[in-house]
């Protein structure tokens, strides 16, 4: 059974702050790993893919980083901002059954002015 | 670019009705999957669909679930003789060609209710 694990569940920070959002992941088997963003009521919306052969990827402000060997991925969001708040998931493709991804039940991130 | 689209947005059935939900993937994706969380739980995986073709339905429940992905027209998903615990946010995603672990791209997704 593959399970997805991110901690902390819910989060509540100052603006400014430089977060660390953690997702560890039990499968030996991963190929790409990809984190989202979930407002209420809505979709998801990408933020980053890290694809197999890569170990970070930085889009702006959030840098995310991948280390199949510990089975962790870390996502970092710089001087955050009320903005951000959302609740962020982490999900990965397994190598032998590519298409389906599997997902964390998500940090809820709350910042406030 | 238009997103993924889907529809309807909210759906309420009554137990016994047929629940309905399209999703008509980004221009250019031959790839879409569905996926259901239930209230205070996360995403799961239903079924992974290429154009006229089925590649993983290991998420969908044995009954009362279907999928289809023809080759004119959205994505649809069928839920036959809906009950309560089919209430839930139905999303899809798309991915472009070139193999099933590209990047997904999400819609909106349709919030089912069932009285």
């Known amino acids: 059974k593959q399970e997805v694990t991110q901690i902390p569940a819910a989060l509540s920070v100052p603006e400014g702050e430089n977060l660390v959002l953690n997702c560890s992941f039990t499968?030996?088997?991963?190929?790409?790993l990809q984190w989202f963003r979930q407002d209420p009521g809505k979709g998801l919306t990408s933020l980053l893919l890290?694809?197999?052969?890569?170990r970070e990827q930085t889009s702006g402000r959030l840098n995310a980083s991948l280390d199949k060997s510990s089975g962790r991925s870390t996502l970092y969001i710089a001087a955050s901002q009320p903005g951000d708040s959302a609740t962020y998931l982490c999900?990965?493709?397994?190598?032998?059954?590519?298409?389906?991804?599997?997902f964390g039940r998500g940090t809820q991130l709350t910042v406030w002015p | 670019n238009a997103g993924v689209m889907q529809n309807p947005r909210h759906l309420v059935r009554r137990r016994g009705q047929e629940a309905r939900l399209r999703c008509s993937p980004m221009?250019?994706?031959?790839?879409v999957y569905w996926y259901r969380q239930l209230p205070e739980e996360g995403l799961k995986f239903m079924v992974y669909?290429?154009?006229?073709?089925?590649?993983?339905e290991s998420g969908m429940p044995k009954e009362r679930f279907s999928a289809e992905f023809p080759k004119e027209g959205p994505s649809i998903l069928r839920i036959q003789q809906v009950v309560r615990g089919d209430s839930a946010a139905y999303f899809c995603?798309?991915?472009?060609?070139?193999?099933?672990?590209?990047?997904?791209?999400f819609g909106p997704g349709t919030r089912l209710t069932v009285l």
């Open positions: 890290i694809q197999s052969s890569q």
């Open positions: 999900a990965h493709h397994r190598g032998s059954t590519l298409g389906r991804l599997y």
């Open positions: 669909l290429q154009k006229e073709n089925i590649i993983d």
């Open positions: 499968d030996s088997a991963i190929y790409n």
């Open positions: 995603a798309s991915s472009p060609p070139g193999g099933g672990s590209n990047e997904q791209f």
């Open positions: 221009k250019g994706h031959s790839h």
